[in-house]
């Protein structure tokens, strides 16, 4: 069964910057795509980043400029350069990984991360 792990989350001042990791327990270009979301206590989880194999990117307006997805292949692992990080960041970081049984019953799996807290303040 997919696991994804994420670690990197902590406590930083407005300014600052963090790099998330999520480490899948299989190849990471097994997934369809793979990205990130955020979950602010009180809101919806929201798109951060999302990406596929084929090195499209999908960038929520809010962090475009200041977050970059990243990958390591041979580490089956996919990071989230953060800088510039504000308060408004604050939030459960989830690793997010898509696959698409095109092969089988066309069935479309969503793996999710534990989520790693991420805390901008000063």
């Known amino acids: 069964q997919v696991q994804l792990v994420e670690s990197g989350g902590g406590l930083v001042q407005p300014g600052g910057s963090l790099r998330l990791s999520c480490t899948a327990s299989r190849s990471i270009f097994s997934f369809d795509t793979m990205g990130w979301y955020r979950q602010a206590p009180g809101k919806e989880r929201e798109l951060v980043v999302t990406g596929t194999s084929g090195g499209s990117r999908n960038y929520a307006d809010s962090v475009k400029g200041r977050f970059t997805i990243s990958r390591d292949n041979a580490k089956n692992t996919v990071y989230l350069q953060m800088n510039n990080l504000k308060p408004e960041d604050t939030a459960v970081y989830y690793c997010?990984?898509?696959?698409?049984?095109?092969?089988?019953?066309?069935?479309?799996?969503?793996?999710w991360g534990q989520g790693t807290q991420v805390t901008v303040s000063s």
């Open positions: 997010n990984a898509v696959e698409i049984r095109r092969f089988s019953t066309g069935e479309i799996r969503n793996y």
